[in-house]
């Protein structure tokens, strides 16, 4: 009888790690091994064309954080996570409560979530041609309702705000997803039985919907935050960085930093900082779980 139980032990341990072994390897080769390496790599000034180099200590942090365009990256990190996550969030929301009112099998869901699959690059270049400021699809539009068109791209103080645009309609598809699968999930006895109290739509959406959605919210929201905190293909298909720096963020810095001025330490240090931010959001997300009440 021990031995039989030891053995069905070991067979579920074993089983256990032959499922797990491979997805370990890769998570390690392809996440651990490079993230060691860059912070490694941040305390050296290494310039990615030689093999030699010399440990420079926090000299490449130093050096950022007295570097004012790290200082402008950094800031214009945040506003575009702040441009595109919670526009992406709220208008999510509103489309999934209307495709699932519409039914959860709808065509409308496949035409939103298309942009989603869709390749960045490819986005970006169609993109490219609709903010053309003098034969654009956008000016025109703006134009036939007798408003004044935008540089969009080519001005600095709409450059950022245009990228954000186009991230946002790029994610709202998979964000709507996320919140429609949420709301299949739901108790849909809570919603019936304050209809018949007389609760409305609006009230039945504030005092239900919405608590019942917050960690759904909070776990898009962080996916979105860190989608956007990486965000390289569209502004280097769109403004590659420009106009003057506007669209410059961390991981596009790190880029210039490390490819085209081939000082790899200071990039490296750059990206660090900002998987440093990426991990105080997630903590942030693991004490606000703590803290949440679930109805």
């Known amino acids: 009888m021990g031995n039989s139980h030891l053995y069905k ?13 491979p997805a370990s390897l890769f998570l390690m080769l392809f ?6 390496a860059a912070i490694g790599i941040s305390f050296t000034d290494w310039d990615y064309m030689t093999s030699g180099f010399q440990m420079t200590g926090w000299a490449n942090y130093q050096g950022l954080l ?32 209307l495709v699932w009112s519409a039914g959860r099998n709808t065509i409308y869901s496949l035409i939103l979530f298309s942009p989603w699959i869709t390749p960045a690059v490819a986005v970006s270049i169609v993109w490219t041609w609709i903010f053309e400021p003098d034969a654009g699809l956008a000016n025109q539009l703006l134009h036939m309702q007798g408003l004044p068109g935008f540089a969009w791209l080519h001005s600095s103080d709409t450059a950022l705000s245009s990228v954000a645009l186009v ?4 994610n709202l598809g998979y964000v709507m997803l996320l919140f429609t699968a949420a709301l299949s999930r739901m108790p849909s006895e809570l919603s019936e039985a304050a209809s018949v109290d007389g609760a409305g739509s609006i009230r039945r959406l504030l005092h239900i919907t919405l608590p019942l959605l917050r960690p759904t919210i909070l776990m898009t929201g962080i996916i979105m935050t860190a989608d956007s ?13 420009g106009p003057a720096g506007s669209t410059r963020t961390l991981l596009y810095l ?10 790899m330490g200071r990039a490296s240090a750059a990206v660090v900082i900002l998987m440093a931010i990426g991990l105080g959001l997630s903590l942030f997300q693991i004490q606000w779980k703590k803290k949440e009440v679930y109805i």
């Open 9 to 21: 032990q070991w067979k579920s341990r074993f089983t256990f790690m032959l499922f797990v072994t």
């Open 31 to 36: 996440w651990l091994v490079p993230i060691a």
């Open 66 to 97: 007295k570097d004012k365009a790290f200082w402008e990256a950094l800031s214009h990190t945040l506003l575009f996570a702040a441009q595109t996550v919670v526009p992406v969030l709220v208008l999510g929301l509103i489309l999934a409560l």
């Open 167 to 170: 991230t946002v309609w790029k």
């Open 229 to 241: 905190l990486r965000a390289y293909d569209q502004i280097q298909i769109l403004t590659q960085g």
């Open 254 to 263: 790190y880029y210039q930093l490390g490819f085209e001025q081939f000082d």
